[in-house]
């Protein structure tokens, strides 16, 4: 089982979802620089369940522990290793389904490769390993703005049908946390928050798609063919719970168009290349162009509901059951610091990357 992710900084996650606590250690982080623990705090707290009626009600403060890497709130260059202990954690809910491969869930599969699973919420498999993914992100985006200025911001585009209408340049942190569902649009945030409330009670779950961009990226960060920066993106986003598909810039809809229609026009101002349009969401030919880093992440429903399905024991004895235990209706409000922080993880490794050639 493969649990690190990157080349120089280096994400290792350990920890199941109902065991004593879930952690991370982050190699290769570049030294003196501040580390900001508040900040790290606030961004597992905007993941953290139990933050509003529409999320489960699993009770944990996520309270971070620093346990190596630091010094007088700089970093060291020695590893860091962070961990956050389970404190609401209740195996008994899953005992009627411990026989259960569960549809839509990796019971199945990691059965099928493994011979054996963890039940209680599906342990590792289970999406509270992602509070790992957002402690070393919140590192790296920290990083990021103390060195290049980069600020990414991830917000709710999109809920089964209803779509948020936004300008992508105006989005604001303050819009994006200024309601539950982490919509920049009021009126669809509205329309979204009563959506998954109903559909909550109903004992269903929705999808939808969340946008991430990245603002003052510097040119150059990616690879012509083997290490393109959709390329690392994609790797990252499709490796998050849920995820089913990527689109970077106007993504599916270039399909529609002319080349004449989609080209970004290139020109020259104030001692720099820009170009006039972003249909390619700041990426051309595995490379970032400096213009804003634009993509959309797709979310599956929450596999788990409360409505009676069919399913076998791994004997393949055929079952009648209902999704029982703790989870979110829908995904997509806390994962938007999951989308921000595996971003951050992969422009800080690709930045590392990139200094690491100059001469």
């Not at 009770?59 to 260059?77: A, M, P, R």
């Not at 790296?140 to 300008?167: G, H, P, R």
């Not at 309601?179 to 004992?203: S, W």
């Not at 992440?297 to 076998?312: H, M, R, Y």
């Amino acid at each position: 089982m493969f649990n690190s992710f990157g080349k120089i900084f280096t994400v290792t996650t350990f920890g199941e979802s109902h065991g004593p606590a879930i952690g991370v250690v982050v190699d290769g982080v570049p030294a003196g620089f501040a580390f900001d623990l508040p900040f790290i705090q606030s961004e597992l707290d905007r993941r953290k369940p139990g933050q509003s009626s529409l999320t489960t009600s699993r009770k944990e403060e996520d309270q971070i522990e620093v346990l190596s890497g630091v010094f007088e709130n700089k970093t060291t260059g020695a590893p860091v290793a962070m961990l956050v202990r389970n404190i609401d954690a209740k195996s008994g809910d899953y005992n009627e389904i411990r026989e259960i491969l569960r549809p839509g869930h990796a019971d199945l599969t990691y059965f099928l490769k493994y011979g054996t699973r963890d039940p209680n919420g599906g342990g590792r498999a289970s999406a509270r390993e992602t509070l790992a993914r957002v402690a070393a992100g919140a590192l790296a985006k920290s990083i990021l703005n103390q060195w290049k200025k980069i600020q990414i911001l991830a917000w709710v585009s999109e809920v089964y049908t209803i779509k948020a209408i936004v300008n992508p340049a105006e989005v604001t942190l303050e819009m994006v946390e200024s309601n539950p569902v982490r919509c920049p649009d009021p009126i669809a945030a509205t329309k979204i928050e009563t959506l998954i409330t109903e559909t909550k009670k109903e004992g269903n779950s929705l999808g939808g798609i969340i946008t991430c961009q990245t603002l003052n990226v510097p040119p150059g960060l990616g690879e012509p063919i083997y290490g393109k920066l959709q390329a690392w993106l994609g790797f990252a986003m499709l490796g998050i719970n849920a995820v089913k598909g990527i689109e970077f810039g106007d993504g599916f809809e270039a399909a529609k168009r002319k080349g004449s229609e989609n080209n970004d026009l290139i020109y020259w101002e104030n001692d720099t290349f820009h170009t006039r349009t972003n249909h390619s969401g700041g990426i051309l030919g595995g490379i970032s162009t400096g213009m804003p880093v634009i993509f959309n992440v797709a979310f599956k429903p929450t596999s788990t509901i409360a409505l009676e399905q069919e399913s076998v024991t791994p004997e393949g004895q055929e079952v009648n059951f209902a999704g029982t235990g703790r989870h979110d209706p829908c995904v997509l409000p806390r994962a938007v610091p999951i989308v921000e922080s595996m971003t951050a993880i992969v422009l800080l490794d690709l930045l590392l990357q990139h200094q690491s050639r100059q001469h």
